[in-house]
């Protein structure tokens, strides 16, 4: 069973022979990379202020390119969604008017982190996107896509060089520019993620705590269900909104503000979907502090189970998985030596991560693959460094 990845040289190898390609045969002259995550524990918790638990993946975003003398950008990308042409051009505004968003969709995501770069204005460039991450597979290829192209941009205009802002300007992109109002989680980690360890995130505070996850024996497994139902776009802003309401209800600013407790004294004024939606997000936000503990403690167990509350969780209070993610846990759940599996990112399709002993992988990937009623991908990952400058010596 093929489990592998390209590994971060191979990516950079095939951007820069595509730039030849596209660019007679001219040589990139900066790179950097910026890697997908995949969330641990604590879902749906970070635009309620709450807490998450992500570490950043091997699966990484590659941008390589050159500086140009003029206005013009020229981005050619390797992945990209069906139908869309793999290479845009745009100019970007002299008057410093901002850079409307348009098609391909995809180029979006880029003039999003060109508008929101905290040096403008940024140069005209060329350059080539290739990436690992799954598209619209719930690792965060968007993230790894921002955080990509803002470390090429600081390589051609310099910034203070903060991360937590340089964080949030991508997280800026994603709202103005491709119209997701997503929360703080993907963009952070992406950037200040650490190898050998998953990031316990405070995203009220912008605080973030290592946890070492460098246990040999361990490994986190993700499965990518390879669907994606169409129900995502409208979904995620009616989760937010109905969070705002029950948070409104409640009189606090925000659900991590609020207690079980607080919930249940308000139960009255609640309907039924917004106190399971609410409910999920204060448990949720539990679970995580007490995981992020089990997992310093090298409790796995525990933490495979604070795991697979998350899911049924997700699937019956917030209401955001599906049969084929259902399946996938369900089977991983089965494996001897698994200590936990759930649904992870927004939902409703998208992977599954897996939490089990280094001995079981195997056995993990062929009993999935044989109970899953789908075609499953599987990617045995390890903690991995947020986002970095390459050299292309
Ligand atoms: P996820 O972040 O979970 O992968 P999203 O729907 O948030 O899913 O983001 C996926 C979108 O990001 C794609 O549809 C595409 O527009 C864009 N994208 C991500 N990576 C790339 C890439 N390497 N090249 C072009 N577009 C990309
Ligand atoms: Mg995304």
Redesign the pocket.
């Known amino acids: 069973m093929d489990s592998s990845f390209p590994t971060v040289s191979e990516l950079v190898a095939e951007a820069r022979r595509l730039y030849g390609e596209e660019f007679g045969g001219e040589a990139p002259r900066v790179a950097a990379c910026a890697p ?1 995550r995949v969330n641990l524990i604590g879902e749906h918790t970070d635009y309620n202020q709450g807490l998450v638990l992500p570490m950043a993946l091997p699966l990484v ?1 590659v941008v390589v390119g050159s500086q140009t003398s003029g206005q013009d950008v020229t981005v050619v ?5 069906a139908d ?1 042409p ?1 290479r845009v051009n745009f100019s970007l505004p002299s008057d410093g008017s901002p850079l409307a968003p348009g098609s ?6 880029v003039k999003g982190v060109i508008q929101h770069h905290r040096a403008p204005p940024v140069p005209g460039f060329k350059a080539v ?3 690992s ?13 921002e955080v990509g192209v803002y470390t090429f941009l600081q390589q051609l205009k310099q910034d203070d060089g903060d991360k937590v802002s340089k964080a949030l300007a991508c997280q800026q992109a ?1 709202h103005t520019h ?1 119209g ?1 109002p ?1 929360g703080i989680m ?1 963009q952070f980690v992406s950037v200040l993620g650490r190898e050998g360890h998953a990031l316990l995130i405070d995203c009220r505070s912008l605080e973030a705590t290592p946890v070492p996850l460098t246990d040999p024996n361990l490994v986190i497994l993700i499965t990518n269900s390879n669907v994606k139902h169409s129900l ?1 776009g409208s979904e995620y802003p009616t989760r937010r909104r109905q969070c705002e309401e029950a948070a409104s209800i409640l009189g606090k600013e925000s659900l991590r503000d609020a207690t079980m407790k607080d919930l249940e004294e308000a139960r009255a004024r609640l309907d039924d979907v917004t106190y399971n939606r609410a409910r999920h997000v204060i448990e949720e936000i539990e679970r995580t502090v007490h995981a992020a503990e089990a997992l310093k403690r090298g409790a796995y167990q525990e933490f495979g189970q604070l795991m697979v509350e998350s899911h049924n969780s997700l699937r019956d209070l917030y209401e955001v998985s599906c049969r084929e993610l259902d399946e996938l846990v369900s089977a991983a759940m089965e494996v001897e030596g698994v200590f936990g599996s759930r649904m992870t ?2 939902g409703f399709g ?1 992977c599954t991560v897996t939490l089990l002993q280094a001995s079981a992988t195997d056995r993990a990937i062929l009993h999935i693959q044989e109970r899953y009623s789908g075609t499953p991908t599987f990617y045995v990952t390890t903690p991995s460094d947020g986002a970095r400058a390459l050299s292309l010596l």
């Open positions: 997908g975003t990308t390797t992945t990209k969604d869309e793999r391909p969709k995809w180029a979006n995501y996107i290739s990436s991450v799954p598209l619209g597979g719930g690792l965060s290829s968007s993230a790894s896509l994603e491709a997701v997503c993907d995502t990112g927004g998208g």
